[in-house]
């Protein structure tokens, strides 16, 4: 088992930055491939990037350029920076775990935090 917390949302204005933390804790951090995923209203759940416990990452093509994932093993932490944000980014943020290899849809993720908002304001 292992149990995610996000933290960092807010409200930001359009070309301001946010960065999002996920604390995990309950198994081997390292284990687990780390993702971060989107939602906005009305919309399915959207990955935006994930990272390996080797400091590889992958983005979606969308947010290249814009957002960086990084983790930290020895602090169980994996963070999302997220710069010059716009209006469109504006979702509830998560972070999962997964033991695949390659999870970008979130069916192949096994465990998720509760979210955190970040609204853009134009």
């Known amino acids: 088992q292992v149990q995610l917390v996000e933290s960092g949302g807010g409200l930001v204005q359009a070309g301001g930055s946010l960065r999002l933390s996920c604390a995990a804790s309950g198994s081997t951090f390292s284990n687990y491939v780390m993702g971060w995923f989107r939602q906005a209203p009305g919309k399915e759940r959207e990955f935006a990037a994930m990272s390996w416990s080797n400091g590889n990452t992958s983005y979606a093509e969308s947010m290249k350029g814009r957002f960086t994932t990084s983790r930290d093993n020895a602090k169980n932490t994996v963070y999302l920076q997220m710069n010059n944000l716009k209006p469109e980014d504006t979702a509830v943020y998560y972070c999962?775990?997964?033991?695949?290899?390659?999870?970008?849809?979130?069916?192949?993720?096994?465990?998720w935090g509760q979210g955190t908002q970040v609204t853009v304001s134009s």
């Open positions: 999962a775990a997964s033991k695949r290899n390659w999870p970008v849809t979130p069916r192949e993720y096994d465990y």
